[in-house]
């Protein structure tokens, strides 16, 4: 997790006072946000519960915990061991001991056993209910309504009692259903409420947060803290947390309060840069989960577990989801604010390639988004780490290449290294691929060494191969590559997706070393 502006706000009951009367937030002593009822003229809408309020939002999906056990016809349990891609310690299980429903409340509890179950997350193709390669310290749960609630714009609410101690890591949040731009975060995630670690150091924050943007390392995550006015816990007592999600805005409440806004300027998803309320214009389901330590507890107050602090219990009285009435499709007309929140900017979604410039730069010492790289071994490795350029590397003209750039070894003699972009995209209009090269190594056991260049639109089109001579080792050679020629060798222009891919002879690479820079395309 990031760095978060932190905010104190007025007493709920004060803030909820200054709410318009169009608004729908509100709170009484204990927290509980009390929306209008008196509801508009006209007939009820078929999606409808009950009658709309004042606001316009109306209650589409609800679990009040009034029963004796967890309805499967709203939740269902993930069940692994796989830590939650954050270096978690629990297993989460299907078992009555960490889950139940009992006096109007759902408890889900952190305890301290070892356990082991399936090592992957139970959408992946290959995931065995049976497996037990993974391994946790703690068992706990995750609940979702993926497949049984599913929603494009709404009003997420719940009213939940925290747990606290180190490692303590409660959460109530949302995941795309059908995943329609990638795997995450390209098809992104909303956080509605996170916490970690209450009442150690004093800790009392809440957390709101949207992940978007490019496949780690691309990631993006942007996000407030909050603080509950009054020097009150969220671990102590009962309160009220919820998102407002509308086409290209997200808004976050707790207690009424709207303490911060999100808005499609400052998200975006690689997949889909083209279209601006991407990846937040797709159906997300609600998780309910309490992990156990991790990457972001770890580096918050203290480092590890403190297993004393368990067994811990996260207890929710409610979940409700209200859509709009004003306009489903978009969820706009129902926004509530009291005028006293912070406007998060987000992150700045990169131009397309194929809005850029003269120049579309690539790698300048940097990897510019919506470019990664990656590499692909039959064995072994290619690596590729950004270094600073030693001062002996001089072009023939002996001027100093100082800066980062990038170093490719091959440990490996099957193996490619290259810059793709998520999406295709029309790159027709540029004339020449260009990029700095410097050959530190040549291949073990290559008598007479080349290179190879080329680059790809999605399969089955492909550049065909572009060779390059090996340049004398230890100096700078800029390289130039007319897109036609490549064309000429198979090249769909109008949807590259890789525009830069470099290896040396298939089957004579071992040992390889070379650096790259200013790879870029040239209208």
């Not at 109306?58 to 709203?74: N, Y």
């Not at 006096?103 to 290959?126: C, H, M, Q, W, Y």
């Not at 809005?355 to 071994?377: K, N, R, S």
């Amino acid at each position: 997790m990031g760095t978060f502006q932190i905010r104190n706000t007025l007493a709920a009951s004060v803030a909820a006072a200054a709410i318009s009367t169009t608004g729908c937030g509100g709170g009484d002593n204990n927290g509980q946000v009390k929306l209008p009822v008196d509801p508009p003229v006209g007939e009820r809408p078929e999606r409808c519960l009950e009658d709309p309020l004042n606001s316009g939002y109306c209650l589409v999906w609800a679990d009040e915990f009034s029963g004796d056990a967890i309805d499967p016809e709203k939740w269902n349990h993930e069940k692994n061991c796989t830590g939650g891609g954050n270096n978690e310690a629990q297993c989460y299980v299907d078992d009555e001991k960490n889950s139940w429903v009992a006096n109007d409340l759902l408890t889900i509890k952190a305890i301290r056993e070892d356990a082991s179950g399936p090592n992957r997350v139970d959408d992946d193709p290959n995931y065995d209910p049976d497996d037990t390669s993974g391994n946790g310290s703690y068992t706990s749960a995750r609940l979702r309504s993926k497949g049984l609630g599913d929603w494009k714009y709404g009003r997420f609410e719940m009213r939940a009692k925290l747990p606290q101690g180190q490692g303590s890591w409660p959460a109530f949040w949302m995941l795309p259903s059908e995943w329609a731009y990638g795997s995450w975060p390209l098809s992104g995630e909303i956080d509605i409420l996170e916490a970690v670690n209450l009442k150690v150091g004093g800790e009392d924050q809440i957390h709101g947060t949207l992940h978007y943007g490019d496949i780690w390392p691309g990631n993006v995550y942007t996000g407030e803290a909050y603080r509950i006015p009054g020097d009150l816990n969220p671990a102590d007592d009962f309160h009220t947390y919820a998102v407002e999600w509308e086409e290209g805005e997200i808004r976050w409440y707790v207690d009424g309060d709207h303490y911060a806004t999100q808005t499609r300027d400052g998200w975006f998803t690689t997949a889909a840069l083209e279209n601006p309320n991407a990846p937040f214009d797709q159906s997300f389901h609600l998780i309910l989960n309490l992990a156990v330590g991790g990457d972001w507890p770890a580096n918050v107050n203290d480092t590890g577990i403190d297993e004393s602090a368990f067994p811990q219990e996260y207890q929710i009285d409610y979940v409700r989801v209200y859509q709009c009435t004003e306009d489903f499709d978009t969820g706009r007309g129902c926004a509530s604010s009291d005028g006293e929140f912070v406007h998060n900017p987000g992150a700045e979604p990169p131009k397309t390639p194929d809005q850029a410039g003269d120049e579309l730069v690539i790698f300048d010492g940097e990897i510019h988004p919506p470019y990664q790289w990656y590499t692909y071994t039959t064995d072994g490795e290619v690596d590729m780490e950004i270094v600073a350029s030693s001062p002996e590397g001089v072009y023939g003209a002996g001027d100093c290449f100082c800066g980062d750039v990038a170093e490719i070894s091959w440990n490996t003699n099957e193996g490619i290294g290259f810059f793709q972009s998520t999406s295709s995209y029309d790159l027709s209009d540029y004339t020449y691929i260009e990029f700095d090269l410097r050959v530190l190594q040549e291949p073990v056991y290559a008598d007479s060494p080349t290179l190879t260049f080329r680059a790809d639109c999605v399969y089955p089109c492909s550049s065909g191969d572009y060779p390059l001579d090996m340049p004398p080792k230890n100096n700078w050679r800029h390289i130039q590559i007319p897109i036609l020629e490549l064309e000429q060798a198979g090249l769909n222009s109008k949807r590259i997706n890789t525009p830069f891919v470099l290896s040396p002879e298939w089957g004579r690479q071992l040992g390889a070393v070379v650096q790259v820079d200013n790879v870029k395309l040239i209208r």
